[in-house]
């Protein structure tokens, strides 16, 4: 397969790397990383308390332009919650894609909810809003706001958000969010569905897990929607060890993301006092530290990281054989993993043979959602085209150059 030796011999070149194993994602630190480690070790708060977990917070919301950040321990805890802040309980249904990391679906079933799978747009990837809105009107009717009686499980302290009631007219169950994905950092069009989901007067929460460093238009992935949430997993563009955080531009949300996710304790200094059934999804200090030296680090990353797309797309330009996926018109990708699409599946599983086998790691898309045991038996629409990226994309090696 002379394509893909040249191919090898080509990612071999641009990580200067002439035999070693050849990751597709892997995190690279320098002496800043350690020395704020290190300053968290010596100040003794490496857990639930300290100035980093702040730091961080600021940092982030400086930096995505929100108007708070709220770290956590990881990026499906982030999911879980800000899903349960928009009012999703069990027996509810969230509208989701099928084409994603089983995250996505796992945070929605964690509150006893089930996921709905609507198929994704070809070249973002991402939840498609034309789909969205087919399924909706297809399936979906509205009830009256009178007619539906509130089934909180626990008593709710705060105000719940108020939503036009929309339910899936066969299973009987109520449409509580649209959850959509950036996938490989590009963002899908969120302003499509979030004007959708506003028609429909339904919550949107975006899974930017993979998009720190994304934009479409002006605006961060993760602030289009009513909430959204980052992680920082050892392989995504900048990482913590585990980590994750919820995003918004409402400062209510966030102190109610704060609150949900420190136990719900009631600010005293000496008293244990809480008002709900809170979780323990901090971020240790320990995290943060590290958190805030990636995040100092991430301009540069991300510069790096377009280079490396660049440098691909140049590649494939000028070869039949292969589409890199550009990052979609009017937005800016963070490249998190750079992505090509092959012929069909047999040339994607031939890819995929001769690069792992040279010891260059590249991976297929993950399986799709509702071909998982736990979620074989969800609501679907259409799954057209998170079928057909699935037969033929191809993530690549994407690290930064250490
Ligand atoms: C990484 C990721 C998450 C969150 O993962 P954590 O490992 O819990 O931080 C969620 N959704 C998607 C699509 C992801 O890629």
């Not at 994602?25 to 300290?50: C, L, N, W």
């Not at 299973?171 to 302003?191: K, N, Q, S, V, Y």
């Amino acid at each position: 397969m002379e394509k893909y030796s040249d191919l090898i011999t080509f990612i071999r070149q641009l990580y200067r790397t002439p035999t070693a194993h050849l990751p597709l994602h892997a995190p690279t630190f320098e002496q800043r990383d350690k020395d704020y480690v290190m300053d968290a070790i010596d100040s003794t708060f490496v857990s639930s308390v300290g100035e980093y977990v702040n730091r961080f917070e600021q940092d982030l919301a400086a930096f995505t332009g929100a108007a708070r950040a709220v770290a956590t321990v990881n990026g499906t805890c982030a999911l879980q919650t800000a899903l349960k802040l928009v009012g999703v309980e069990s027996n509810d249904e969230v509208i989701t894609q099928p084409l994603t990391f089983v995250a996505t679906a796992n945070a929605i079933a964690h509150l006893g909810a089930a996921p709905v799978f609507v198929d994704v747009d070809k070249d973002t990837m991402g939840l498609s809003p034309d789909a969205l809105e087919t399924w909706l009107k297809e399936n979906t009717e509205v009830k009256a706001k009178a007619k539906v009686k509130t089934k909180n499980s626990q008593p709710q302290p705060y105000p719940q958000p108020q939503y036009q009631p929309v339910f899936n007219k066969h299973t009987g169950r109520r449409i509580a969010a649209i959850l959509p994905m950036h996938t490989f950092g590009h963002p899908c069009r969120i302003e499509q569905i979030v004007a959708i989901a506003k028609a429909w007067s339904i919550p949107v929460v975006e899974d930017a897990a993979e998009a720190i460093g994304s934009w479409s238009r002006q605006t961060h992935c993760g602030l289009f929607g009513d909430l959204g949430i980052l992680s920082f997993n050892g392989n995504k563009t900048i990482t913590c060890g585990g980590g994750g955080a919820i995003l918004t531009r409402d400062n209510t949300l966030a102190a109610r993301a704060k609150h949900l996710t420190t136990t719900a304790k009631i600010p005293h200094p000496w008293e244990f006092d809480h008002d709900e059934i809170g979780y323990n999804y901090r971020l240790p200090n320990l995290n943060a530290a590290l958190a805030c030296a990636q995040l100092e680090r991430l301009p540069d990353i991300l510069k790096q990281k377009r280079e490396i797309a660049r440098a691909y797309q140049a590649f494939f330009a000028f070869r039949d054989w292969g589409q890199f996926m550009a990052e979609p018109h009017d937005t800016q990708s963070n490249y998190w993993l750079c992505t090509i699409a092959l012929a069909d599946r047999a040339a994607r599983d031939a890819l995929l043979e001769a690069t792992n086998n040279a010891g260059v790691m590249t991976r297929p898309a993950w399986n799709l959602m509702p071909d998982l045991a736990m979620y074989a038996a969800c609501v679907s629409g259409s799954l057209d085209n998170a079928r057909w990226l699935q037969d033929r994309i191809i993530n690549l090696p994407s690290s930064v150059r250490s």
